[in-house]
């Protein structure tokens, strides 16, 4: 069964510096992997995707993110941090049919001023 | 363009009662989908449907059902309410590209 762990519950930053979110998976095949944010009473917004080709894809807000399939990773960076990129962060696998997406627990970014 | 509505925003119901959930997508997407979100527990995949008339399901579907009699609309039926539905209900909508998302569903069992 497909798994995702993000080993950070919390992550403080601050503000104009960089950024990188861990996601950990463990999938049998070659995944379709996600990042979502959620920002508070709100629903999940798709930063970016990988499905194949280049391993390091660029999403929206200036956020990227890279596969290493050797570490069966898929790490979400971003250069310089804003306060309102203040939000939760969720990494998904899923095999890009109908099946739906795993998703991990969820990291909580918290941005100091 | 609307993408993915949920309503109601909010609701509180009592132990037993039942209630839907609605939803419904104008992108014409064929893969819809309920999960529930628990604090520190991410998103549970409840049912899905990979079109009109069929539906699955997924990691955690006890307690709930589910409908799809058109591409737009995607119900979730609580049929007796219990205390551990008290969670925030998504439905969502996706091709290949990724998953699209309404606002939720905040629910509570009293």
């Known amino acids: 069964a497909q798994s995702v762990t993000q080993p950070d519950i919390h992550i403080t930053v601050s503000e104009g510096a960089s950024l990188e979110l861990r996601c950990n998976y463990s999938?049998?095949?070659?995944?379709?992997l996600f990042w979502y944010v959620q920002s508070p009473g709100q629903g999940l917004q798709l930063l970016l995707k990988y499905f194949s080709g280049d391993t390091l894809v660029q999403g929206i807000k200036g956020f990227e993110a890279e596969f290493k399939r050797s570490q069966s990773s898929f790490n979400l960076r971003k250069p310089s941090v804003h306060w309102s990129d203040a939000a939760e962060y969720f990494c998904a696998v899923g095999e890009g049919g109908a099946d739906g997406l795993t998703f991990g627990k969820g990291t909580h970014l918290i941005i100091q001023p | 363009n609307a993408g993915v509505t949920q309503t109601p925003k909010f609701r509180i119901l009592k132990i037993g009662q039942s209630m839907t959930l609605q939803c419904t997508q104008d992108?014409?997407?064929?893969?819809m989908y309920w999960y529930r979100q628990d604090p520190g527990m991410g998103l549970k995949l409840i049912y899905y449907s990979v079109g009109a008339g069929i539906t699955d399901k997924g990691e955690v579907p006890n307690g709930y059902n589910v409908s799809r009699s058109t591409t737009e609309d995607f119900p979730l039926r609580l049929e007796l309410a219990a205390p551990s539905q008290t969670s925030v209900y998504f439905c969502a909508s996706s091709r290949a590209e990724g998953a699209f998302f309404g606002q939720g569903t905040r629910l509570t069992v009293v």
């Open positions: 992108m014409n997407h064929n893969y």
């Open positions: 999938y049998g095949a070659t995944p379709y």
